[in-house]
């Protein structure tokens, strides 16, 4: 078989990104025709940035959902073939069997594995980890900024302080200090796990109970059904057989998160809360002056009321805003980790590892790095294209 | 004013304690110190073997007695072996026990020695700080100019054709982190499979001796990534000072476009950008780190990575120290700079 040209081997890609277009054009033919019901959302279908931005990242989204079903892939991002070492894109497959694709639409990488199918398989990675990750440094950064921007004082000093600590530390070194195998075996990426997880809890039962605690009956079934639920949940993310911290036996655990990737989630958590506490502090300061909290507080609600129930919810736009922002550096900052060979497997087909080992043969084979960094290039734009469509929409009102 | 600049100084010094005991107290982990041990001595090495390393030379005792030593606060440790010879931290070659000194740490100017290099850590750091200086300044001067112009291009008339096309351009370019548009940049103009080649792939040879052929691409990476949001933050200072009210009178009094532009806007619309670019330092250090390990340039990022990679803990601690003091002085130098720049503001 000869091989492919790109006027074959672009139709050939297209064609394997079929459940995606069929999923992308139902989303946006159901959003665009129901779009003046669906709030803030369906404002998003009014600004021609917000929808390109929007149809980028859902792209990468049901890629990494169909990916993951094994719907777009053409072969196993592990697999090797023989003879298929750095070949050039539209190779044909040397002895392929029946019922395997024929070809590496994308070529090989160093060591013989389709580079298509490994940034497919990559994209399922980032859809899964960076969007988690962040609403993890959201929880964290709204549960400890309302109370330092409201009480300030004593708090907010050591807050801050505490904040800018981490803030001050060059990324990168952070990550060098906390994603290696030597601190993963003394246990530290698993005590902060523990600690940083639990926030969502805390801020679970907080929300809850300031909003019914005058209504014990309906409060206290629904306080113990949720974080009955979500602290299941949380021992069996934090307790993983191996680490230090087993304190589910096996029977209850629901879970395991595959090595590296906890300690990675822990590594891009940290580094993003403080960032999102600065960025709440700033609001709640701004937000406690106004007259509708100086209302409750005549009313006679309670300080977590005001916080979770008055000021939160005006704070939303430029949080939700930010919370997209924020979901594109996480990719960058996963992508750095990859770079670096830092926390995930080394045959892990994450896009930042990719890039890494493309780069060495950079000058003579440019095609096991471009597609990755294309990817990722792609994904963060549309990220923040959505950004600046979801903040021109909001501020229109 | 001087007791801000006091105050925050004194933040900062607390800081700058705080981290390098976080980083202290992490490389000195047991587990980091055995890699540490087996690195240094022999990959083979029997677990007796390892604890005597560590003991011979000062690494098994408390972190914060070792903290305190490096601090210079602390006196050195002193090891006597059984046959009589004697080590300490304080001992360097040629000279004896008697005449070294009992404190050597930061306070009395040693920064200690690099396991990796085998070299002073101040020597090393000097000279990659230089090496890293030199691509810092060509960013600068690549980066600020082009971003405040392509800022206030897009800012002086919001909403425009040239607005669009110029905002898309830098959102694009704050999407694409170095590792991305390095390896973009080297595919397009330095490989053989393109055939340009027209800049080198590697930066190597310019740290001794830079020219363009083998330093633009490397500091275009850098610049690109900052650029697009300084461009950002200028033009929505650019878009909010042409609202106001001032410039308004002077398109009524008939000032020509391009006086207002550069007459009474841009000195206003440059306040904001100033205080973005001084914060973008701690950015572009991370910059740095992955353009210089792709580029293969060895300055101050390539060193952090080499120490943290082998678990070098004094020259590490010493490049902590570098960046965290760079970033908090880029930090006090954007406050006060706010306030000498706007008048409507004022520290106390």
């Known amino acids: ?397 | 004013m001087g007791l801000f600049i006091l105050r925050r100084l004194g933040v900062m010094l607390l800081t700058t304690l705080c981290l390098t005991f976080v980083v202290f107290w992490l490389t000195n982990l047991q587990p980091n110190l055995e890699k540490l041990a087996k690195t240094q001595g022999n990959m083979r090495m029997t677990d007796e073997q390892v604890t005597s390393w560590l003991e011979t030379r000062g690494y098994a005792r408390p972190a914060l007695v070792k903290y305190g030593e490096w601090l210079g606060v602390v006196p050195g440790w002193r090891y006597d072996a059984p046959d009589g010879s004697v080590q300490a931290r304080c001992l360097t070659e040629g000279a004896s026990i008697e005449t070294a000194p009992r404190y050597c740490g930061i306070l009395q100017g040693e920064w200690g020695y690099s396991t990796v290099f085998r070299e002073d850590v101040s020597k090393i750091i000097g000279i990659r700080l230089g090496l890293t200086a030199k691509l810092m300044f060509w960013v600068m001067v690549l980066m600020v100019p082009s971003a405040l112009i392509l800022g206030v291009l897009a800012g002086m008339r919001e909403g425009s054709r040239t607005d669009r096309t110029l905002s898309t351009i830098s959102i694009t370019t704050t999407a694409t982190p170095e590792y991305v548009s390095g390896v973009i940049l080297i595919a397009v103009f330095a490989s053989s499979a393109v055939g340009l080649k027209w800049f080198k792939g590697t930066a190597t040879s310019a740290m001794e001796d830079a020219n363009f052929g083998n330093f633009f691409l490397p500091v275009l990476t850098i610049a690109l990534y900052g650029m697009g949001y300084i461009a950002r933050m200028t033009r929505a200072s650019m878009a909010e000072v042409m609202t106001a009210q001032y410039i308004r009178t002077a398109r009524l009094k008939g000032v020509s476009f391009r006086d207002i532009v550069m007459k009474h806007a841009l000195r206003n619309a440059l306040i904001a950008p100033f205080t973005v670019i001084m914060l973008q330092f701690p950015w572009l250090l991370n910059g740095v780190v992955i353009v210089e390990t792709l580029f293969n340039y060895k300055g101050f990022g390539w060193t952090l990575v080499q120490a943290a990679g082998n678990n070098d803990i004094e020259l590490l601690l010493g490049v902590s120290v570098v960046s965290v003091i760079v970033v908090l002085v880029t930090q006090l130098i954007s406050d006060i700079g706010y306030v000498y720049l706007n008048p409507r503001i004022s520290v106390s």
């Open chain 1, 1 to 397: 078989m000869e091989t492919l040209t790109w006027a074959e081997i672009i139709p050939r890609i297209l064609w394997q990104f079929l459940p995606v277009w069929i999923a992308l054009v139902g989303v946006f033919a159901v959003s665009i025709l129901f779009k003046r019901r669906l709030g803030l959302y369906g404002k998003l279908f009014d600004s021609g940035i917000g929808m390109i931005g929007f149809a980028l990242v859902m792209f990468w989204v049901f890629t990494g959902i169909f990916g993951a079903m094994d719907l777009i892939v053409t072969h196993d991002a592990l697999a090797q073939a023989s003879g298929m070492k750095n070949k050039v894109p539209g190779t044909p497959l040397r002895g392929a069997e029946e019922g395997e694709y024929a070809y590496y639409l994308l070529g090989g990488d160093n060591l013989a594995r389709d580079v298509f199918s490994r940034t497919i398989k990559g994209a399922w990675i980032v859809v899964q980890i960076a969007p988690l990750a962040t609403l993890f440094a959201f929880m964290v950064g709204i549960t400890l900024g309302l109370p330092a921007g409201y009480y300030g004082g004593k708090l907010d000093t050591l807050l801050t302080f505490v904040a800018n600590l981490v803030l001050a530390f060059p990324v990168i070194l952070l990550f060098y200090l906390l994603v290696t195998p030597e601190i993963v075996a003394t246990g530290i990426p698993s005590y902060m796990a523990a600690v940083l997880f639990v926030f969502p809890l805390i801020f679970a039962g907080v929300l809850l109970n300031s909003r019914y605690h005058t209504r014990p009956t309906l409060r206290t079934p629904l306080l113990i059904g949720v974080l009955f639920v979500m602290g299941w949940l949380y021992l069996s993310l934090v307790s993983d057989a191996g680490t230090p911290l087993q304190v589910l036996p096996g029977w209850l655990d629901l879970f395991d998160v595959p090595g590296g990737i906890l300690v990675v989630f822990v590594a891009v958590v940290f580094v993003n809360s403080p960032t999102v506490f600065r960025i709440v502090r700033g609001l709640t300061l701004d937000i406690k002056t106004r007259d509708y909290v100086a209302a409750a507080q005549t009313r006679g609600e309670g300080p977590w009321y005001i916080m979770l129930w008055e000021i939160l919810p005006n704070a939303r736009g430029p949080l939700i805003v930010d919370f997209c922002l924020r979901i594109g550096y996480t990719t960058i900052l996963l992508g750095t980790l990859g770079f670096f060979g830092l926390g995930m497997p080394p045959e892990s087909p994450d896009w930042g590892s990719t890039i890494n080992e493309g780069r060495k043969l950079l000058t003579v084979y440019l095609h096991p790095a471009l597609p990755p960094a294309f990817a990722l290039l792609s994904l963060v734009l549309g990220l923040n294209l959505l950004a600046d469509g979801l903040r021109e929409e909001s501020l229109r009102d």
